[in-house]
Each structure stands twice: as C-alpha cells, then as structure tokens.
C-alpha cells in the first residue's frame, strides 16, 4: 500500500488551501473530492477583514482576487430604528477603521472552491475527484479506502485530514461528537444577478420588520442577499415564488437601496438553512485531525465560518511543518487554540443574534438599548471588534455574561 504523508478528505475551501500549502512546501498530498462538479451551498461567501489576514498568510489572497473575489469598502447598518440619514452618517469604512487589516471579501462559494482547487492542484496536490464509499481508518497506521470511476483503492498516510463539511463522514468515522445549539432561527439565502444599482462597494445588514437582511455584493451586479427570521416561519421563502418574497423583503423605505435588489433577477436556488452554532470538544484523534466545519461551525448570522476555516489550515500547517514526526500532541496547540475560538465565537453570534434573530416586542426593546449603548461608548463595542478583527482582538470580558447583560439588559 502507497503511503502519502497527508490525505485531505474534502476538496472544498479548507480542503484545498490546506493542500496547497502542504504541497508547496514539498509534502505527497493526496485531495479527495465527493463532488464531480461544485454547486451552490447559498452560504460561506463573506471572508472578514481577519479572516482575510489569513488568507494572506496561506499564500491564497492573490488566487482569490484573480478568480473575482470583491473587495469590499464599507459598511453601512441600514434598520428600522435609525433614518437611513443617520445609518449613512455611521458609515464603518474598513480602511479607516482597521488600517492594519485588508479589506474584506466577497467572493462566491463555488467560485472559490474551484480557485483553490485548481490552485492545490497547480502546487502539485494529487486531486482525485467523484470519490465514493470513503472509509477512514485513524491510529497509529492511518489508511483511506475509497472507489473512484468504479475502482476500489487504498491508500496509506502520516495523517488524514478530515475537511469535509458540516456532514463529515470523516467526522463520524472517527466517533467524534458534534455538538449542536437549538435551532429557532433560520436564514435564506439567493444569488441575484442585475442588481446594477447596488453599490459594489458597500456591506449593508439591519433589520426589519420580521425579518433581518444581510446584503454581499460579488461585482458586476451580482450580489448574495440573506435574511434570517423565526423558524415559526418556515416556508416563507420556499416553493416557486419563494425568490421574489425574499428579494420583495428588500423593498423597504429603511434601506435606501433596496429596490436595486428587489428589481434583481434570481440566479440561483433560494434555500434556507438552520441558524445555529456547533463544535467538537476535541477535533483530533490519533492519525486524524479536523478543520473547517467538519470541526464544527459559527452560527452564519455574524459571518465567521469562512475566517475561522482559514485559520485553522494556517494553524495546522504551521504544526505540521515545524514537527518532523507528527502525533496528537503535534495538534494539541491547535485544539486549544480553536477550542477557545469556538467558544468566543459562539458568544459573538449571541450577540448577532440578540440584535439580528429575535424578533418579539422585548427583543426590539433591547437591540434598541445596546444600540444606543454602543453609540454612547466604545466599551461596549467589543463584539463588533472581535468580529472584524478576530475574536482574540477584543478584550476577555466581552465573551461573558455579565458584559452581555450590561449591553442589552434594562
């Protein structure tokens, strides 16, 4: 049996950055990919400012900006509480703000995937796509069995990386528990071409009425629009005119531009999906390690998922390439370090929650107060720091109770 030094299952974003940098660096890289050919997730299309640091330390953020990625300007919180005057007056531009960071991205999912694995490819990862039947074996001899184009294969490696996806096959393979937050909240999702009116410049979210909005211009008129609501509404966007009631939900005198996007045409599935945190404890076994949503996930409400993907290929490969010999203690920096990111995270989207996924009368009451208290001091911005500039940026005491209650309590 050939022995590789690191098979990658998952040939998506993670998968394949990582695969990169391994074969750049001179390690027999081994990518499978379930999928012949991408298809539109309706999600993982907004990389922030850290996130994008990140990509600029994988050697990536130049692939992304050839394949089309937006660099974005600003950001503006268009909302039912604030006229669009005042919302325009509080305009966050991301140079001025955060001078020592790139801009943000955004940048299509599937356009993405495709850009980087072509790039993992060019670096001299072996690709193997249409792969079935995956069989993960960790421990002190870590081996894949897998069918390709009808043919069985087995393959030996150092270590398997499991990088694919909420799902992971790997990840239940290997017995490792995810553990999942309720779900009352769900977001929808649609790509929508001809939006020409949309500023390709500019980041918008707020809420209202019943639901929020979060609008990702990619360029050329081409922009992801997401709202998210309560799941007691299920449905409202699903079916055959389930497209033009979420861009209809954009048609709104809070959001100055909005009928720019509710005049857009639909260019691909609207689709919801649960809005909701999840983690692995201990993403790491003997001969396996996961990253990226395979290692658990941020609730998509505050738009982490791709930064904190990307750094946990920067985190691994930097582990992997200072150990010669790699075991689970070559990884345990990594678990530690993503433990405490995860639980930051989880705390950072119980804001973006609060002020973005309730929507009874107190809810208002609240995001009302904490808004007003975050215009009043900058103590009580912390949240928003961690989620543009990472959530070790922003002091230990944001990720707490007592800081929660003293933002959005009477």
Excluded at 91 to 116: F, G, K
Excluded at 125 to 132: H, K, N, S, T
Excluded at 252 to 270: T, W
Excluded at 308 to 328: G, Q
């Amino acid at each position: 049996m050939h022995r590789l030094d690191v098979v990658i299952v998952g040939g998506g974003i993670g998968g394949s950055a990582l695969a990169a940098n391994l074969a750049t660096a001179g390690l027999e890289v081994l990518l499978l990919e379930r999928e012949t050919s991408f298809v539109d997730r309706i999600r993982g299309e907004w990389i922030t400012p850290w996130g994008t640091a990140e990509c600029q330390r994988l050697g990536i953020h130049q692939v992304l900006l050839d394949a089309g990625a937006n660099q974005v300007q600003r950001l503006i919180a268009y909302d039912e509480i604030v006229s669009p005057a005042d919302a325009e007056s509080a305009t966050l531009r991301y140079a001025e703000a955060l001078p020592d960071l790139p801009l943000p991205l955004c940048v299509e999912h599937v356009v993405m995937q495709n850009a980087l694995l072509a790039h993992a490819e060019a670096r001299g990862a072996q690709v193997c796509r249409g792969v079935e039947d995956l069989r993960v074996t960790a421990g002190a001899a870590p081996h894949v069995s897998y069918r390709q184009a009808g043919e069985s294969r087995e393959v030996a490696a150092r270590l398997v990386v499991g990088a694919d996806g909420r799902t992971s096959a790997v990840r239940r393979q290997l017995g490792l528990a995810l553990a999942e937050d309720p779900i009352d909240h769900l977001m929808s999702g649609l790509l929508v071409d001809h939006a020409d009116d949309w500023p390709s410049d500019l980041v918008a979210l707020g809420k209202i009425g019943d639901v929020s909005y979060f609008v990702f211009p990619q360029g050329g008129g081409r922009v992801r629009a997401y709202v998210d609501y309560d799941i007691a509404r299920r449905g409202r966007y699903s079916g055959a005119a389930g497209a033009r009631r979420l861009l209809a939900a954009f048609d709104h005198p809070s959001l100055p531009e909005g009928r720019a996007l509710a005049a857009g045409v639909p260019a691909g599935p609207c689709r919801a999906f649960p809005s909701q945190d999840a983690s692995v404890d201990t993403p790491c076994v003997e001969g396996a390690v996961l990253i990226g949503d395979a290692a658990g996930y941020s609730d998509p409400i505050w738009g982490q998922g791709l930064s904190s993907t990307f750094r946990d290929v920067r985190i691994v490969r930097d582990l992997l390439l200072s150990e010669p010999a790699w075991n689970a203690a070559t990884l345990a920096p990594y678990v530690k370090e993503r433990r405490e990111r995860s639980r930051r995270l989880r705390w950072e989207t119980r804001y973006a929650t609060q002020l973005y996924g309730r929507f009874d009368p107190d809810a208002v009451a609240a995001r009302t107060r904490a808004f007003g208290r975050m215009a009043e001091s900058q103590d009580f911005q912390g949240y928003l720091v961690a989620g543009m500039a990472g959530p070790e940026s922003a002091p230990d005491a944001v990720f707490t109770q007592d800081y929660f209650d003293a933002l959005f309590g009477p």
